[in-house]
């Protein structure tokens, strides 16, 4: 899978491109689901995770994430601005750390488009290992459910915070060829290591988030003077599982309350929360696409 998804619009268009950052899943597949927007090309931004031969260590911090995505797109689509940034959920959080990379590089990103994004810095950290596999088990299952994807099971076997685990869990083991490579036309071994890839994206994505606010340099600027944001704040609460503590469910009602989602005055040149009918699990499923599509050629106009 290609990290660079050209979504629609023009290539020879004169306006910024929009270029969308995968969710916790790592992929930018969802977002083929918006309609047209207003011409200008649109890239969807996948982790190179998922790259055929990838070998490359996962980044540490949303902070190098955001380094190697903007170095990607400097590279790749366009070597100097402008940049309209956005994505859903944690790709609203890389784009607003793209978004000061790329202004301390003397590029120009006029806006961030926040799809349902929290605030990272207000991000709990997780309580141990089990709440930190159990949180990442929940959230890959949700995303394989609505992709029919294998679930796995909720159990905990002592995996520590770094531990990704470890192979295919489906019913369908990978299988080697003669010479213990794996072979590359068996559709199965295929999907195997996609979904496993998936977990790991997942469960390591959740610990960049939970060490982010520890991450920070002390004084470390977050704000963005000449950036304006967009918040597209959903307004429906996904349900919360009893599996997890109390404390952190109320996190998520009171991040959920929040009309900026944890973002404070200041941080933007300006901050505009636009509601959106959907729950974050929900944003970019066929009912509601549609409707995100309109907000965002609003927010492009």
């Known amino acids: 899978m290609d990290t660079i998804l050209h979504i629609q619009g023009d290539l020879k268009s004169p306006k910024a491109p929009l270029i969308l950052i ?41 902070t190098e994430v955001g380094s190697l995505y903007v170095g990607i797109v400097r590279r790749h689509i366009q070597p100097h601005g402008p940049y309209v940034l956005g994505g859903w959920s944690m790709g609203g959080m890389i784009a607003t750390e793209m978004a000061k990379i790329l202004t301390a590089q003397g590029e120009s990103v ?15 950290p997780f309580h141990d290992a089990r709440e930190h596999h159990l ?57 195997d290591r996609f979904y496993h890839q998936m977990r790991q994206h997942v469960h390591h994505g959740l610990r960049m988030l939970a060490s982010h606010r520890s991450s920070l340099s002390q004084g470390e600027a977050r704000r963005l003077p000449e950036t304006d944001a967009t918040l597209v704040k959903c307004k429906t ?8 503590s109390e404390k952190r469910r109320e996190f998520a009602r009171r991040i959920h309350q929040d ?40 927010i492009l106009r």
């Open 135 to 191: 949180l990442a088990t929940l959230t890959y299952n949700a995303i394989a459910r609505r992709i029919n994807g294998p679930e796995e099971p909720l159990g905990f076997a002592g995996q520590g915070v770094d531990t990704i685990p470890s192979g295919p869990s489906s019913a369908h083991a990978s299988r080697d060829n003669s010479d213990g490579e794996l072979d590359s036309d068996d559709e199965q071994v295929l999907a």
């Open 237 to 244: 609460l996904d349900s919360t599982a009893p599996l997890l």
């Open 110 to 124: 006029p806006h961030v488009i926040m799809i349902d994004s929290l605030n990272p810095e207000k991000y709990p």
């Open 22 to 62: 995968h969710a916790i899943s790592g992929l930018a597949l969802p977002y083929l689901n918006l309609g047209p927007l207003d011409g200008r090309p649109v890239y969807g931004i996948s982790a190179p995770l998922y790259e055929q031969g990838s070998a490359a260590p996962l980044p540490e911090s949303l």
């Open 259 to 298: 009309i900026r989602s944890g973002w404070a005055d200041g941080q933007f040149r300006t901050l505009v929360t636009a509601p959106f009918r959907a729950s974050h699990d929900s944003c970019l499923d066929h009912e509601f696409a549609d409707e995100l599509t309109v907000i965002l050629q609003s």
